[in-house]
């Protein structure tokens, strides 16, 4: 059965950091591409960040306009676990966060609230 746990979401003022971390089983994580998407209140799932398998050295990443910079997306293939360090947070930032098998998101865990407010 698959299963995708996220945590370490949070409330966090503007400026401030979190590290999410996605656990993952029932499947073989290391041959998939890893994803972490959000949905923010009212709004549809939005591409956050991916991240290859690393099978040829080192990782790719890709991340979305809105986050570049800020985010930084990783994996310990050894622990099945996916990660989002997350910096200089925003308002904007506030959302449910996922980690996902696919970009779009259609396998993904329950999420975990990332809130940004003073």
């Known amino acids: 059965q698959v299963q995708l746990v996220e945590s370490g979401g949070g409330l966090v003022q503007p400026g401030g950091s979190l590290r999410l971390s996605c656990a993952v089983s029932?499947?073989?994580?290391?041959?998939?591409?890893m994803y972490w998407v959000r949905q923010a209140p009212g709004k549809g799932l939005e591409w956050v960040s991916s991240?290859?398998?690393?099978?040829?050295?080192?990782?790719?990443?890709w991340y979305a306009d809105t986050v570049k910079g800020r985010f930084t997306i990783s994996r310990d293939n050894a622990k099945n676990t996916l990660y989002l360090q997350m910096n200089n947070l925003k308002v904007d930032d506030t959302a449910l966060y996922y980690c996902?098998?696919?970009?779009?998101?259609?396998?993904r865990g329950q999420g975990t609230q990332v809130t940004v407010s003073s």
């Open positions: 991240i290859n398998t690393g099978a040829y050295g080192g990782y790719g990443t």
């Open positions: 996902a098998r696919d970009r779009s998101g259609t396998v």
């Open positions: 029932g499947f073989t994580f290391s041959r998939y591409f």
